[in-house]
């Protein structure tokens, strides 16, 4: 697939979930909701985030890294793009869960910080 109409299509999907996300905060009631539709918030909210994170890290790559391979550009902004999503969506249902507390959030970030630094490693380790 072309860059411009996989561009498109993430630029599609993200707003097709941020607007769902939306949606969804009108219509649902926090204090009557059922463990599927806490699902579908998350799910909403996740592939918002997940697009929205891939798009900004693709045009800081393509503006600031010009010298890298664009598939790697996009392997590289994808991968940080779902850290970063599920980095957010475990500390929401964490602070949900009244069990964020700062502690909690240092050991998640030093978590996620350690498998970007195995993926960085791995990666070099395998040219």
Known sequence: MRLRPFLFSVIFMTLFFGIGWIFFLWMVSPFQISFSLLFLFYFFLGSFLLGFFFLFGILFRFLFHKE???SKQIFRSFRQSFLF???????LILESKQMLHWINLILLLLLFGFLELLFLSLRQHSR
């Open 68 to 70: 890298e391979i664009l």
């Open 85 to 91: 999503s599920l980095l957010f969506l475990i500390s």
